[in-house]
């Protein structure tokens, strides 16, 4: 299971690397809930997929530095840096964490956690 999870986990963040949503779209569940502490509610996976869409376009040079990933049954936790460029130049590296929830193959649910401060460019 661990393997299966890990070879879903890092085709997540590569599709969202190289911009591709409808890998993404794939990676999720019908009926996935994406929570973010910055906004403190869940999104739809069409909700997210938009924000995604706003953030990919947005944000270029997109690479996650993986700093821990680590299984529990059901899914995974992973600590990671995003990097990447702003329009302008500006650089950002914001650290992140999420738990993320697998289920028949699929993304289910994913908490994320990003500090505010590190990401405020992006969405100015």
Request: contains cysteine.
């Amino acid at each position: 299971m661990t393997h299966e999870t890990d070879t879903i986990a890092s085709e997540f963040f590569a599709a969202i690397e190289r911009g591709d949503l409808d890998a993404v779209r794939e990676s999720y569940s019908q009926g996935v809930a994406v929570w973010h502490n910055l906004t403190n509610r869940s999104q739809t996976r069409d909700e997210n997929l938009r924000l995604l869409k706003y953030f990919t376009g947005r944000v270029s040079d997109r690479r996650y530095e993986v700093l821990s990933r680590e299984f529990f049954p059901g899914g995974f936790v992973q600590r990671h840096i995003l990097h990447g460029k702003l329009g302008s130049g500006e650089l950002i590296a914001a650290p992140v964490c999420l738990v993320i929830h697998v289920s028949n193959g699929k993304i289910d649910r994913v908490f994320e956690y990003v500090d505010s401060a590190a990401i405020r460019g992006i969405f100015a």
